[in-house]
């Protein structure tokens, strides 16, 4: 069974990892593009509304989704039930975005942002009727179609989103884009599902699943309103002109990380529901997923955080110079995010979803007064008091996960210093690299990206990093069986 687990859990990895790399890097592209054709300002504006169309797919999703994935024996009664009371709901959020839309655009003083919020309420509708097949792919551990699809709706809707800003659309090439990608997933999951919908519905099957959906549906709340608080408040106290310039930042720093965090947590939280009732498999896994997404994080956290400059110049051009700074110290702030998502995942497999939402309320209430105490000193302070929080709620999540499965936070730490103190060292060459005189800054670039790939690799080497190690060797034996393949 442990041997079964590993290799559908690798599958799937890889075909979620393969799938984002295509879909992250079309939007990164099309990011790109529409970045050096567009303002600052017209980012702020969709960044405005995040917060608020965040919370209504939270409240569509209503915690069921993760319901079902936790649930042992799921009936087509507990599918269907949950699928027309996300419909239901979806159309709820949705219309009370559309009435909200005069007080939103009242609070930001933003006149465009009444008839933005409108149309961006749309993809709460059209969410509610393909979130469910989704849920079936990923109980399943089925991501292959999952990272097809994204990728297919990623570059027509990017192709859209191109075509309208060239075409002198501005904010709104932002927003249709954003309809399009989430229009076409739907009508391609439902061209590629098998699962199709009966009339069965019962409150019972939901009652069932309330207890746990609730919990989670309450930490989603918090999680998506105290996430994107710091949007409503740069977007309230400062501009959308900054707003703009920290939203553009922050897609940065989260393209990395998240790149390889989320495919894994998304992966996880199905694998670990599997592994519940044996704690010392669980041990097994969480050490090895963490020390994986440590030898990959770390790195590419430095490693940006040093390069911002020339990254910034080069791909964005002078206008977004004021980012860089915002840049750097996220960074930080994602240091530690892999780590924090999969203890949250191991919590959520267990059933502790209790567990979970104290330690959300925890953490959001430290963001408050984060918030509170570091406004009057500028975004910049803002970002620092963030990175304390990222320390903080780490810390707390890892400690109580960790006590469950006896994986204690000392144990766990252990395990990730080294890969910390790599990547360090790989940063200190590469920041070295930059004071080099350079004739531009695409030289200096494409000069400090691979001298710190070649030194880390040199590095992990050298230190016998177990995670490497592994992945060093798998590699080599995957290229030996080609050899051999092709030799026969």
Same mark, same amino acid.
């Given at each position: 069974?442990?041997g079964y687990?590993?290799s559908k ?9 393969l799938g984002?790399?295509?879909?992250y ?6 990011g ?39 649930k ?13 009371f ?7 959020a %949705?219309?009370?975005?559309?009435l ?7 609070f930001y003083?933003q ?12 993809t ?12 079936i792919?990923? +109980? ?7 990272a ?14 191109f075509a309208l800003?060239?075409s ?8 249709i ?6 229009l076409l997933?739907t009508?391609f ?8 919908p ?5 409150? +019972? ?7 746990f ?6 930490? %989603? ?8 608080l710091?949007?409503l408040?740069?977007?309230?106290l400062?501009s ?7 939203t ?5 720093e989260e ?8 495919d894994?947590g998304?992966?996880?939280f ?11 498999q669980? +041990? ?5 997923i ?6 990959v994080n ?26 860089i700074p915002?840049l750097q110290?996220?960074?930080g702030?994602?240091l ?20 979970f939402?104290?330690?959300?309320i925890?953490?959001?209430?430290l ?8 406004w009057?000193w ?11 929080l990222?320390?903080t709620?780490c810390?707390l999540?890892?400690y109580?996960?960790g006590i ?6 000392r ?7 080294p ?6 060292l790989m940063g200190l060459?590469?920041? %070295?690299?930059g004071l080099?005189?350079?004739p531009?800054y695409?030289?200096m670039?494409l ?7 070649v ?7 050298m ?12 590699g080599?034996n995957?290229?030996?069986f080609?050899?051999s393949?092709?030799a026969g």
């Amino acid at each position: 069974m442990a041997g079964y687990l590993k290799s559908k859990t690798i599958h799937a990895l890889s075909w979620s990892f393969l799938g984002n790399i295509g879909g992250y890097g079309v939007r990164f592209v099309i990011g790109i593009v529409l970045a050096r054709l567009l303002f600052p300002e017209d980012f702020g504006l969709i960044g405005m509304l995040t917060i608020f169309i965040s919370v209504a797919q939270s409240l569509m999703d209503s915690g069921f989704y993760s319901a079902l994935i936790q649930k042992r024996e799921v009936t087509q009664v507990d599918i269907c039930s949950v699928f027309y009371f996300n419909i239901v709901v979806g159309m709820v959020a %949705a219309g009370l975005l559309c009435l909200s839309a005069p007080w939103i655009a009242a609070f930001y003083n933003q006149p465009i942002l009444e008839s933005l919020t409108r149309v961006l309420s749309l993809t709460i509708v059209i969410n509610s009727f393909g979130s469910i097949h989704f849920t079936i792919f990923t +109980k399943q551990i089925n991501f292959k179609i999952q990272a097809k699809l994204g990728l297919l709706a990623s570059v027509m809707s990017g192709i859209i989103g191109f075509a309208l800003a060239t075409s002198g659309f501005g904010v709104w090439s932002l927003a249709i884009m954003q309809i399009s990608s989430t229009l076409l997933t739907t009508a391609f999951v439902w061209l590629r599902s098998a699962w199709r919908p009966a009339w069965l519905f019962s409150f +019972k099957s939901l009652r069932d699943m309330f207890g746990f959906g609730s919990r989670l549906l309450a930490s %989603a709340l918090l999680i998506h309103i105290f996430g994107n608080l710091y949007l409503l408040v740069i977007g309230k106290l400062f501009s959308a002109r900054d707003l703009g310039f920290y939203t553009r930042a922050k897609s940065l720093e989260e393209l990395p990380s998240r790149f390889f965090s989320w495919d894994v947590g998304l992966v996880t939280f199905p694998v670990f529901s599997t592994m519940q009732d044996d704690p010392a498999q669980l +041990k097994r896994a969480i050490k090895k997923i963490l020390t994986f997404l440590a030898l990959v994080n770390f790195p590419l956290m430095i490693g940006l955080a040093i390069t911002a400059r020339p990254l910034v110049l080069v791909l964005l051009t002078e206008k977004w110079t004021e980012c860089i700074p915002y840049l750097q110290l996220l960074c930080g702030v994602e240091l530690l995010f892999p780590d924090l998502l999969i203890n949250q995942n191991l919590l959520q497999a267990l059933g502790r979803s209790d567990l979970f939402l104290r330690l959300e309320i925890i953490n959001k209430t430290l963001v408050v007064m984060n918030i509170a105490i570091t406004w009057q000193w500028g975004i910049s302070a803002m970002i620092c008091g963030m990175i304390v929080l990222s320390i903080t709620s780490c810390y707390l999540t890892s400690y109580y996960s960790g006590i469950l499965i006896g994986y204690p936070i000392r144990e766990q730490l252990g395990d990730l210093v080294p890969y910390l103190f790599t990547a360090l060292l790989m940063g200190l060459a590469v920041f %070295a690299t930059g004071l080099l005189q350079f004739p531009n800054y695409w030289v200096m670039l494409l000069g400090q990206i691979p001298i710190g790939i070649v030194i880390y690799i040199c590095l992990c080497r050298m230190f016998r990093l177990p995670a490497f190690l592994e992945i060093w060797q798998e590699g080599w034996n995957k290229l030996s069986f080609l050899r051999s393949k092709m030799a026969g």
